[in-house]
């Protein structure tokens, strides 16, 4: 047993303690309360230096029940923020795999990716924007329409988001062409800032994207791997944007696809395929 003035002397100490945690607490509180009562509306985008990004994306090919086809591995290094506004593609591969847990090998270089630029805009759906493209290039153009819609998700309503609130942009709605390929009809978009973290050193606001129930349309061509298709998608994620430059820190996106796929040599098959994707900050 301590004697009384010891004791006193330790009760008064530990007393101090707690006063000085609860100060600091509340510090803390109050600036995590200003982070997250609104999002700053005189934010711009800052771009000093190129912005290079890494986006890769895993197709999984499926039946209905589950019983597994193949999977697919785009890559692709993308750099926004060059002179007059322009973008730049490099080192896209595409790699495939048929076993589920089957590792992915380096894959094929897709030469004709290897500086494509152009400036972001919705021109980039048209057929001209991709004139060069072989056929069967899906999955290269995706990239570029992937991005967009993640720099979409991540600029174009910043100002009209609330703490928790789903926002419905209107405007977003509708059919979007696949530069000749098809359609896609963009349906119930919802975006929500969830809230705020830290990513590559940067306070983020996490701003979350769903779209449910989209149906889509797809025409290969006229050739010997042709096929058209129907179907529907969902789509959902989360882009981390910075409070300090506005730029696009990381990205995750999930999507389910259930198509009707009319080959040109067999009959029709019912397909689902999942993709992950992600979209990491290389500087």
Not at 77 to 105: C, M
Not at 117 to 132: I, K
Not at 155 to 178: C, E, H, I, Q, T
Request: charged share 20%; glycine share 6%; aromatic share 14%.
């Amino acid at each position: 047993m301590y004697p009384k003035k010891v004791q006193i002397t330790i009760m008064l100490a530990f007393l101090t303690v707690i006063s000085c945690l609860n100060f600091s607490y509340g510090q803390r509180s109050d600036k995590v309360d200003q982070y997250l009562e609104a999002l700053p509306s005189d934010l711009e985008l800052k771009e000093p230096v190129p912005q290079k990004y890494l986006m890769t994306a895993v197709y999984c090919n499926k039946d209905i029940y589950g019983n597994f086809f193949d999977k697919t591995l785009v890559s692709g290094e993308y750099t926004r923020g060059l002179n007059d506004g322009y973008a730049i593609w490099n080192n896209v591969r595409i790699a495939q795999s048929n076993l589920p847990d089957g590792k992915f090998h380096e894959g094929q270089n897709q030469d004709y990716m290897e500086n494509f630029q152009y400036v972001p805009s919705e021109n980039m759906v048209d057929e001209s924007a991709f004139r060069d493209f072989p056929p069967m290039s899906f999955h290269a153009k995706n990239l570029v329409w992937d991005m967009l819609g993640i720099e979409i998700f991540a600029w174009f309503y910043f100002d009209s988001l609330k703490l928790n609130r789903v926002y419905a942009p209107s405007d977003l709605s509708g059919s979007v062409p696949l530069a000749g390929e098809g359609f896609f009809n963009n349906k119930n978009i919802e975006l929500t800032w969830i809230g705020i973290s830290k990513m590559n050193g940067e306070l983020c606001a996490i701003i979350q994207y769903s779209a449910m129930d989209n149906t889509l349309e797809m025409n290969s061509g006229d050739n010997a791997m042709s096929f058209s298709a129907k179907g529907r998608s969902h789509y959902w994620g989360n882009v981390w944007v910075s409070l300090e430059d506005k730029q696009i820190e990381y990205t995750v996106l999930y999507e389910d696809v259930v198509m009707d796929m009319q080959f040109s040599e067999s009959n029709n098959q019912i397909i689902n395929t999942t993709r992950e994707l992600k979209v990491e900050k290389l500087n």
